[in-house]
T-cell receptor
Framework: NAGVTQTPKFQVLKTGQSMTLQCAQD?????MSWYRQDPGMGLRLIHY???????DQGEVPNGYNVSRSTTEDFPLRLLSAAPSQTSVYFC?????????????????FGPGTRLTVL | EDKVVQSPLSLVVHEGDTVTLNCSYE??????LLWYKQEKKAPTFLFML????IEKKSGRLSSILDKKELFSILNITATQTGDSAIYLC?????????????FGRGTQLTVWP
């Protein structure tokens, strides 16, 4: 298993450009999420998904869109990049505990994408 | 407002020292507390704690949860330079199938040889 993969690893954008950060997992996990990490700020949740076709907003969703057409993929779209979106972005996934009907809190993270917006 | 607070924010020690990292939380409907280690890349899972007073151990690392006082500690004994990393604390939210985590800001640990 490759686990959680993210592309690209690095990206530089100009203000106003749009782009999509890719995230894929091959563990058949239902739950996927996107975080951003800024120095001294820990990880902040942008958007998450509990399954194909279902997404919701996290703590800092403005300026980002997501969709979940398959279990494996969860792309994050920046609609019009701004310097405030310069950050490291992590995708994560986790699975359900069928006997309890809950998603385990242990999340598996991808390697991250370092984004710079000029 | 839910909150996860870690202390200290940074710590510098020498090899062989023992360190204690703290995590306090104010989260409604608490379910679990997790510790992650992050070394210049993705966070890697260390421990998940759900019950008070039960210590989890892995080699030189150990952690315990106090649900009454709403905190957890992560202990590292006989530190090594390879322990240098950011240690993140996160709290999981009960009453939902969403598996949502609330993260603290992390403790930056530096271990000098």
């Amino acid at each position: 298993n490759a686990g959680v993969t993210q592309t690209p690893k690095f990206q530089v954008l100009k203000t106003g450009q749009s782009m999509t950060l890719q995230c894929a997992q091959d563990m058949n996990h239902e739950y996927m999420s996107w975080y951003r990490q800024d120095p001294g700020m820990g990880l902040r949740l942008i958007h998450y998904s509990v399954g194909a076709g279902i997404t919701d907003q996290g703590e800092v969703p403005n300026g980002y869109n997501v969709s979940r057409s398959t279990t494996e993929d969860f792309p994050l779209r920046l609609l019009s990049a701004a310097p405030s979106q310069t950050s490291v972005y992590f995708c994560a996934s986790s699975y359900s505990l069928p006997t309890q009907g809950l998603v385990t809190d242990t999340q598996y993270f991808g390697p991250g994408t370092r984004l710079t917006v000029l | 407002e839910d909150k996860v607070v870690q202390s200290p924010l940074s710590l510098v020690v020498h090899e062989g020292d023992t360190v204690t990292l703290n995590c306090s939380y104010e989260v409604t409907n608490f379910r679990s507390l997790l510790w992650y280690k992050q070394e210049k890349k993705a966070p890697t899972f260390l421990f998940m704690l759900t019950s008070s007073g039960i210590e989890k151990k892995s080699g030189r690392l150990s952690s315990i949860l106090d649900k009454k006082e709403l905190f957890s500690i992560l202990n590292i004994t006989a530190t090594q330079t390879g322990d240098s990393a950011i240690y993140l604390c996160a709290v999981g939210h009960r009453g939902s199938t969403l598996g949502r985590l609330y993260f603290g800001r992390g403790t930056q640990l530096t271990v000098w040889p």
